[in-house]
């Protein structure tokens, strides 16, 4: 008997068999995404959270508002200085009616700003 030729209703066990296993490896990837997607799904936004979110924004914003609206030193030991947002922009459009002298004020504001402190200088090793 040759491996090749099988009774036909050995045949339709394998077929059987291989149907009953790709439906059982759907069913099983289909239970693994439902827990999946139950277990990592975000919970609705009702209304107690969307309470407290706004209370979290109302404080974050009245303590970023003076910092917006006064002046006052970002930098005492650089010299920079923060300035109210309206302002500012006043400012920005005064001086950048000439562009050219705006950008190396504003590059000689970006080097003051950003320069790094000198560096410490190294002890004498005493044995040198």
Sequence with gaps: MNSETCPPSQTCSRTAASAVAILGTLLVMAVLVALMRHYTGTPALSADRAAERMKILADFNAVNQPLLEK???????KG??????????????????NPAAARS???????????????VPEKKNEYE
């Design 71 to 77: 002046y006052d030193w970002q930098d005492k030991d």
């Design 80 to 97: 920079i200085i923060r300035v109210p947002v309206a302002r500012a922009k006043e400012l920005l459009l005064e001086e950048w009616q």
């Design 105 to 119: 004020n504003l590059m000689e504001r970006a080097a003051k700003a950003f320069a790094l402190p000198p560096k």
